[in-house]
C-alpha cells in the first residue's frame, strides 16, 4: 500500500519559472511532512519540512503548502534555477510509534532549463 | 569527512553469495537508520537502531536481512543467499535525536548492490 503518492514523476521548468510537485497521503496519524533532495550518486537531503499545525513554511526560495483537510501537501520553487535540477521526495512520519520511519513518495525528477 | 559513510560504493556480487554492507554515521549520532532505494523508487525503510539496539526492523523483506550495530556507532547490513530481486542502492542515514520526525536524517551516499 502506497502511503504517499507524488506526482508529476518528473517535471521541465524553464529558468525562472516556479516548479510544484504535489503530494497526497492517506494515514491521518502523519504528523511531520519533510520534502528531501537527491543529486545523481548522492544520498538524499532534507530541503524544508512542515507540520500539520501551520498551512504554509516558507525558506528562501522553497515553499510548503499544507492542506489537512485533503490530506495534500506541495513543494513550490520559485525563480527555478538549473542548479534545482535534481529529484525530489515528499515523506511523511508519524510522531507515535512508528517516530522513526520515513515514508517516501516515488519522487519527481525536476530538469530546470536555460 | 565528516558525513555519514557507506562502504563498498558499489558491490556486484552473483545470485545466492552473502553481501556485507557497511554504514559510519556522523560521530555523535545515536539514532541510525537503513533505507533500501530501488531504481525509480522512493527510499523505503529497512531498520532502525538507536544506539546499539534494533530499536524497529519492521522493514526488513525477510529473515535473509540482518543488521548489527554492536558498539552503537558502525552498522553492517547482512544479507545472505542473495536473490536478484536484492539488487537496490541501499542507503544508511544517521540523526541526532531519536525521531526522524523531529530530526533531521543525514543520508550516506548509499551501495549499490547488484546481483547477477
Known amino acids: 500500500q502506497q502511503q504517499v503518492k507524488q506526482s508529476p514523476q518528473s517535471l521541465i521548468v524553464q529558468k525562472g519559472g516556479i516548479s510544484i510537485i504535489n503530494c497526497a497521503y492517506e494515514?491521518?496519524?502523519?504528523?511531520?511532512f519533510p520534502w528531501y533532495q537527491q543529486f545523481p550518486g548522492k544520498g538524499p537531503a532534507l530541503l524544508i519540512a512542515i507540520r500539520p499545525d501551520v498551512s504554509e513554511k516558507k525558506e528562501g526560495r522553497f515553499t510548503i503548502s499544507f492542506n489537512k483537510s485533503a490530506k495534500q501537501f506541495s513543494l513550490h520553487i520559485m525563480d527555478s534555477q538549473p542548479g534545482d535540477s535534481a529529484t525530489y521526495f515528499c515523506?511523511?512520519?508519524?510522531?507515535?510509534?512508528?517516530?522513526?520511519?520515513?515514508?517516501f513518495g516515488t519522487g519527481t525528477r525536476l530538469q530546470v532549463t536555460l | 569527512g565528516a558525513g555519514v559513510s557507506q562502504t563498498p560504493s558499489n558491490k556486484v556480487t552473483e545470485k545466492g553469495k552473502y553481501v556485507e554492507l557497511r554504514c559510519d554515521p556522523i560521530s555523535g549520532h545515536t539514532a541510525l537508520y537503513w533505507y533500501r532505494q530501488s531504481l525509480g523508487q522512493g527510499p523505503e525503510f529497512l531498520i532502525y537502531f538507536q544506539g546499539t539496539g534494533a530499536a524497529d526492523d519492521s522493514g526488513l523483506p525477510n529473515d535473509r536481512f540482518f543488521a548489527v550495530r554492536p558498539e552503537g556507532s558502525v552498522s553492517t547490513l547482512k544479507i545472505q543467499r542473495t536473490e536478484r530481486g536484492d539488487s537496490a542502492v541501499y542507503l544508511c542515514?544517521?540523526?541526532?535525536?531519536?525521531?526522524?520526525?523531529?530530526?533531521?536524517?543525514?543520508f550516506g551516499e548509499g551501495s549499490r548492490l547488484t546481483v547477477l
Open positions: 494515514n491521518t496519524a502523519f504528523d511531520y
Open positions: 515523506a511523511a512520519s508519524t510522531s507515535g510509534g512508528t517516530a522513526s520511519k520515513l515514508t
Open positions: 542515514a544517521s540523526s541526532l535525536t531519536r525521531s526522524a520526525n523531529t530530526g533531521e536524517l543525514f
